[in-house]
């Protein structure tokens, strides 16, 4: 079985902040790190070394992977092994799906975020206001008439209800959506990367995304249609 350890400048990020030895370079080989060995009673989750079968589960911001070994696993959860002692073997190279995304969250730079360029696209519904909120509300209020007559007025009631309250302050409310369509491309771009989706599912995203990068606000899609504003 195959262990991995996840670390942020070379300490523990989950729970911890153990400084641990890391492996040095010697021409075309890797020298691992020293040995980490914790004396006494041991828990799971609370005292003890940890080290992982799923490294991918515990990816964070600027972490590093390494391979790591161990004497002997005390405990087992789901992807995570609790031991006394463990060493770090050698890096291991990043994905290119994270590669990739870090890559696109740092090209977010430049999106000119409620900035509209003034070239919507033809396909979108465009609302606009004297003030962000306005537009946006004119949007939700548009989108949840045509959800009614998609016979989804029940669903769409609570979710038109959120949006109302996070409409009142437009500033946060379009961060979120912002947020949440940037997640939206890098997983069906990135992380979803040669899984069989259908190419209507990243087309959808890219869409979305489009909105943003353009300086609209998307207030959702019925039906494959997007509800975007902006302000006069």
């Keep these: 079985m195959e262990y991995y350890k996840i670390l942020v400048d070379g300490k523990s990020c989950h729970g911890g902040d153990l400084k641990w030895s890391l492996p040095k370079k010697d021409g075309e080989k890797w020298i691992p790190g020293e040995w980490h060995e914790v004396i006494g009673t041991t828990e799971m989750c609370r005292v003890g070394l940890h080290v992982t079968t799923k490294p991918y589960n515990w990816y964070k911001w600027n972490c590093e992977c390494y391979e790591a070994g161990i ?3 005390i405990d087992h959860g789901d992807d995570k092994v609790l031991c006394r002692k463990a060493r770090l073997i050698k890096p291991v190279a990043h994905p290119q799906w994270w590669m990739n995304s870090i890559a696109f969250v740092d090209s977010m730079k430049t999106v000119p975020f409620l900035k509209p360029d003034g070239k919507p696209m033809e396909s979108w519904k465009l609302f606009t206001g004297d003030s962000w909120g306005a ?9 949840r ?3 009614r007559a998609a016979a989804r007025a029940a669903a ?3 979710a038109g209800d959120a949006a109302g309250d996070a409409a009142r302050d437009a500033a946060w409310d379009a961060a979120r959506d912002a947020a949440w369509g940037a997640g939206l491309y890098v997983q069906t771009h990135f992380i979803c990367a040669g899984l069989p989706l259908d190419e209507k599912h990243k ?9 943003w990068t353009k300086g ?4 959702c899609d019925v039906n494959g249609v997007l509800y975007v504003y902006a302000k006069e």
């Design 216 to 219: 609209y606000g998307l207030m």
């Design 156 to 158: 769409w009631d609570a």
């Design 135 to 143: 537009a946006g509300d004119a949007a939700r209020d548009a989108a």
């Design 203 to 211: 087309n959808h995203a890219a869409a979305r995304w489009q909105v």
């Design 71 to 73: 004497d002997a696993a």
């Design 145 to 147: 008439d045509a959800a």
